[in-house]
């Protein structure tokens, strides 16, 4: 079909978007600035990369997170398609291989005919209909572009990475295998710390160097804080978030405090520490987290990494249909938006795309029901907190009456919304 459709950003929203607007006889034009613009957090050039965690959260339905994905998988989700293929052991969470995982998004947007791959660093709006997914990471001059537009500043908070280590330099003597509760699950590796390896680690964590950071200011996420902003908080915080030994028993033991290192990869070479995205120098990285029982011979293949995730005022700039106040020609999703998270952030580029597929056919339609979660999310990041919007997860507070009905009645509820939505297609 002959519309001028612009998608910028070749992240999770919009491969997403691409996929579903190509997929529905569209021609797309979609804009990716890597790898002629570097980034100070991918690691590859592939589209669709995992940069922080390989972990897409809980698999179960009666978690909002869980339940966003069956959603997702109701409304053809490509993301959806790459984690079944790149599926790793991660317990309750849905873990991927994240090489396998953007490999496959990026062969099905690069082999799609409806397709065309532009790397260029894009500044300005094209002719047509536009949607910007540039995520986190947009730059300064994407950001300046979009105040203009919309007469508004952006906003942003610090997030971070964890760090990953080699398999094999891992000390199984001192670590083993097992999920909470003994599950059974092989996709962890739990590393036990003693009272005093685990006072020693933790004095040594409070006082590490930190790397510097350079942006206007220091505002963490509460979803993603640093591990020695967490400990910082006191000397038990650790003991009952990233390191709570709570369902870890092993041969009749129980543990101060456990680490838990989760597999990375399909080949099960690399772990990633998990809950230690951090912001301490390279050097202090390697000598704090050696420290950790089992690790301390352990081979960094990846350091933890801290950057600026910035977003815009939905509530003041966006429609519900996710559209510019100032021109509804230009969608923003992703990230950007405001919606926080893997899941999240790619659920809103799909969503765009089909509020955008509605408005090309010119068929009047209903929208998304705030019974789904995915309905619920972008509610709330285009009316909610109008004074103090803040990014937000999926989760059961912002589903309307998610927390006083039975859980069956919710999914139930939910998934029916989302196929009556799609039916309109």
Same mark, same amino acid.
């Given at each position: ?117 532009h790397i260029e660093?894009? #500044?300005?709006? =094209? /002719?047509? !209909? ?12 994407? *950001?300046?572009? @979009? ?14 990475s964890a760090p ?81 030994p709570k369902g870890?028993? #092993?041969?009749? =033991? /129980?543990? !101060? ?12 070479? *690399?772990?990633? @520490? ?152």
């Open positions: 079909m002959q519309k001028k459709i612009n998608i910028i950003g070749a992240g999770l929203a919009g491969c997403e978007a691409a996929n579903f607007l190509a997929n529905h006889g569209f021609h797309v034009d979609l804009y990716e600035k890597r790898p002629l613009v570097a980034s100070p957090a991918h690691h590859t050039d592939l589209f669709g990369e995992l940069v922080c965690s390989n972990s897409l959260k809980n698999r179960k339905l009666d978690n909002a997170c869980g339940l966003l994905k069956e959603e997702m998988r109701h409304l053809d989700s490509l993301m959806m398609e790459a984690s079944d293929h790149s599926a790793i052991p991660g317990g309750d969470s849905l873990a991927v291989d994240r090489t396998l995982f953007a490999e496959y998004i990026t062969n099905k947007i690069k082999n799609n005919p409806n397709i065309t791959i660093d894009v #500044h300005d709006i =094209k /002719e047509g !209909y536009t949607i910007i997914c540039t995520g986190p990471l947009s730059d300064e001059k994407m *950001l300046e572009m @979009i105040g203009n537009l919309t007469c508004t500043k952006s906003y942003g908070f610090f997030d971070a990953i280590v080699e398999a094999s330099s891992i000390n199984m003597n001192k670590c083993f295998r097992g999920g909470r509760y003994n599950q059974g699950e092989e996709g962890y590796i739990n590393c036990p710390f003693t009272k005093e390896e685990y006072l020693n680690f933790y004095n040594e964590l409070i006082n590490a160097k930190k790397a510097p950071l350079h942006d206007f200011d220091t505002n963490y996420f509460e979803g993603c804080l640093p591990i020695e902003i967490i400990a910082s908080r006191g000397e038990d915080t650790l003991r009952f978030g990233p390191l709570k870890l028993e #092993h041969e009749g =033991k /129980e543990f !101060y405090a456990v680490a838990q290192l989760r597999q990375d990869d399909y080949a099960a070479n *690399l772990y990633n @520490i998990v809950g230690f995205q951090t912001n301490l120098t390279y050097p202090e990285q390697k000598r704090v987290f050696s420290m950790i029982p089992g690790l301390e011979n352990a081979k960094f293949i990846r350091y933890g990494l801290m950057h600026r995730n910035s977003y815009i005022f939905s509530p003041k700039v966006l429609t519900e249909h996710m559209e510019l106040k100032s021109n509804p020609n230009i969608y923003v999703a992703g990230q950007l938006s405001g919606a926080e998270g893997y899941v999240e952030s790619a659920a809103s580029g799909l969503l765009a795309a089909y509020y955008l597929y509605f408005k090309l056919i010119g068929k009047d339609f209903k929208k998304l029901s705030f019974y789904s979660v995915l309905g619920s999310l972008v509610s709330y990041i285009t009316h909610t907190g109008i004074n103090n919007f803040k990014p937000m997860n999926a989760n059961f507070g912002i589903v309307y009456k998610a927390n006083k009905d039975p859980k069956e009645a919710v999914i139930e509820r939910a998934l029916k919304a989302v196929d009556d939505f799609k039916s309109q297609i």
